[in-house]
């Protein structure tokens, strides 16, 4: 199955119904529901599903966005806060995300999963690859010292996202929906890409999957801390789905894929039917370009 996330287009409508309209016409029965969903499209999103236009693959939590909030928020509140208060509602606006995945019958959320409390690695280290400077003592230092900071400093955080996973999956089975976690680009956000195995051994529960976000996983690559390809096949028994976009060097993602630097072709043996593959795009990408990162993958992957 393929889909096409809203987060391409939810910012020029003010109609959900147009919105989800404008995906179908570029052939998709099928949309994201993202992290960039006001209160006020829904109306709309709720005639267009049940009219039968289009059907929503996914929603990406949280969905809709909390009363007041008007922008893509994902990480306003984290399951990995430090704070009760920020977990608790973290934990109250993913439910209410499950409840709206019932309404417009999709059948899993994404889910990021928080992030450990450090210094901003991620961006230094992309800025010296800007440079040029993968390869130089500087670099190799700061990205020890990364690794070794956060290992020092997951085990708190990544209890507390585990304690709030808990929580909310009772509701989860409730409703039917499997729970996607996805891979993040920030070295400072969990699950580091060692610990999904840990994760998955903890909490069996089937609701509890894998999603792969590839511009991301090309990311932390392009960094020096995984192999792409690698880093899939290790998850490919949990697997649920994709975001795909691509990344121009070193961090430019959401790219339209044949763009950037993804090696989609040694992706594809992790790939099968039933995955959801979802098409994560920029909003200043125009259709053309969309069209020609849709046909691309589909040269590699197959049509379905």
């Not at 608790?88 to 889910?111: N, Y």
């Amino acid at each position: 199955m393929y889909s096409l996330s809203t987060c391409w287009n939810s910012h020029r409508h003010t109609d959900g119904r147009e919105m989800l309209r404008e995906i179908r016409e570029l052939g998709f029965e099928y949309a994201e529901l993202s992290h960039g969903i006001r209160i006020s499209l829904v109306p709309g999103i709720l005639d267009a599903v049940e009219a039968g236009e289009i059907k929503i693959s996914s929603l990406h939590n949280f969905c809709p966005l909390p009363l007041g909030v008007n922008h893509a928020a994902p990480n306003l509140y984290e399951f990995s806060d430090e704070r009760p208060r920020q977990r608790e509602l973290a934990i109250k606006h993913t439910l209410k995300t499950f409840e709206f995945a019932d309404r417009v019958k999709a059948p899993l959320v994404v889910l990021h999963l928080g992030s450990i409390e450090m210094k901003d690695y991620t961006g230094k280290l992309c800025e010296m690859l800007e440079r040029g400077g993968k390869d130089s003592p500087k670099y190799e230092r700061l990205s020890a010292e990364a690794a070794r900071a956060r290992e020092a400093k997951k085990e708190k955080f990544f209890g507390w996202t585990k304690e709030t996973l808990q929580k909310i999956l009772p509701e989860a089975e409730k409703h039917g929906l499997k729970l996607g976690c996805e891979n993040r680009q920030a070295l400072e956000e969990i699950p580091i890409e060692s610990d999904f195995q840990f994760l998955f051994r903890e909490i069996s529960s089937p609701c509890l999957c894998y999603w792969h976000d590839c511009g991301h996983a090309q990311i932390k690559e392009n960094l020096g801390f995984i192999h792409h390809a690698n880093h899939l096949e290790s998850l490919r028994d949990r697997l649920a789905g994709f975001h795909i976009h691509d990344v121009q060097f070193p961090a430019r993602d959401h790219a339209a894929p044949g763009t950037g630097t993804i090696d989609y072709a040694a992706l594809k043996p992790f790939v099968k039917p039933e995955h959801i593959k979802v098409f994560e795009l920029s909003p200043a990408l125009p259709v053309e370009a969309v069209k020609s990162g849709i046909a691309h993958i589909k040269a590699i992957w197959g049509g379905d």
